[in-house]
């Protein structure tokens, strides 16, 4: 009898509690609600919550972003050239995590232009993957034997300023189904593309009727194995992702998607949200984060940003040297520093929470692993290799074949 008492008070306390957060409205100590009130006092719960609403308010000018932040002379004379270099755009919703008196702070560097853009270093490039070189049609850029990138739209609902893409992105050209045709039809036509990488732009900030339309094109051609999309909406947008759009996802399985995320900043709680609803619709996801000096090239920050996305189910995918766009000298950093923060990963933490660290190669070659070297020599048949903490280890190992002791 003893024992059954504690049975039942053992089943008093349900396990596995969703550690999730509610669903909307979060609650009002939300930063975004004081920032709403204060900049958008006519915005209602709904407006805010609502992606259209985000992407019709979002801070396009050096007038409308002046009375959100206090403007630094650099950020406002890059402003000057505005229509000269990518555009600005921020959504009110990351926006409202931008520091209005800090010019330093990462989150608003990574989307307030600065002076330093307008400057061009040398080896930089207006296309420095060769993506237009790669391209059979336009819009898509098969470089693998089995995969090809599809820019499917040039619209982003936010614009990163260290963008791969500056060259083309933002153009006001949005997304254009005439085009995709043609795209379609060269992923039809070769068998050997069994993966499709839906990028852009954003293609996440197309409304649901087109993205079904074109996901159900794609679902069509046999031989396309598996479908992914490239977007940072989760992070920028996070009000985009709605159990309609979630529904209509799911149809075409096994759907994975790649999430642009930077500094841990953006993991709040409409971002975890997000992440939490796609994962449910069964979508694998994955992180791209672009290491960037200043805003996410410590161990620390990185390693946060790392736990931070695995805690709400982002593999951490790819780490990327940034890309010698022009104007980008103040965003990147030397490699050393990636192989510092890698190795400040690597076997101190979760195998889950560390990306591959890739330099895609200038003029088209790939992408490219940096690894640091753990292979430090061989003596006779054995291989030395380091481990995390920097000792040496030997692996017996077989060269040219099955070797018998002698
Ligand atoms: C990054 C990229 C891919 C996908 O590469 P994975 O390593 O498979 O993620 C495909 N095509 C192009 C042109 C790319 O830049």
Redesign the pocket.
Known sequence: MQQKVVYVEEQEEPPGRCPCPDAFPFSPLSPSLTFRQRHFPLATDNDWHDWRWQLRNRITSLKKLGRIIDLSDSERQAMAFNGATLPLAITPYYASLISPDDSSQPLRRTMVPSVNELLVSQGEEHDP?G?DK?SPVPGL?H??PD???FLVTDYCSSYCRYCTRSRMVGRRKGYNPARWQKALAYIAANPGIR?V?LSGGDPLTMPDEQLDWLLGRLRQIPHVEMIRIGTKTPMVLPQRITPELVAMLKKYHPLWLSIHCTHPDELTPEATQACTMLADAGIPLGSQTVLLSGINDSLETMRRLMHGLVKIRVKPYYLYQCDPILGSAHFRTPVAKGLEIYQGLRGHTSGYAVPNYVI?APGGG??IPLIPETVVGREGNDLLLRNYEGKVYRYPDIIGGASRAS
């Open positions: 993957l993506e790669h850029v470089r693998y995969r090809v990138l993966d990488l895609d790939g992408k």
